[in-house]
């Protein structure tokens, strides 16, 4: 059973940065596929950006230029850089594991929070 924990959340300025870790455990790293989502005070929860595999990746329209997505397999974890944040960016983000095959994240982290305020 594949478990994710998540860290690196916490207050930051606007134009501020952070970095969020994800680590994996219990299972093949190399397998799997890994995202980023978020969910916001009120919001539906929303996919930020994502990793495959072999380190193909994608970025929802409001974070390109500003995040980048990373996966290190020497250390099984999934890193997320997130620059420039705005207070639009405030959520609980939440690192999620998709299996071979099944189309679907179905393994996620516990959420780690982000803040940001002046």
């Known amino acids: 059973q594949l478990q994710l924990v998540e860290s690196g959340g916490g207050l930051v300025q606007p134009g501020g940065s952070l970095r969020l870790s994800c680590a994996a455990s219990g299972g093949n790293f190399d397998w799997y596929s890994f995202a980023w989502y978020r969910q916001a005070p009120g919001k539906e929860r929303e996919g930020v950006s994502c990793?495959?595999?072999?380190?193909?990746?994608w970025y929802t329209d409001s974070v390109k230029g500003r995040f980048a997505i990373s996966r290190d397999k020497t250390k099984n974890t999934i890193s997320l850089q997130m620059n420039n944040l705005e207070p639009e960016d405030t959520a609980v983000y939440y690192c999620a594991a998709q299996s071979p095959g099944t189309g679907r994240y179905n393994y996620w982290g516990q959420g780690t929070q982000v803040t940001v305020s002046s």
């Open positions: 990793i495959s595999d072999v380190g193909t990746t």
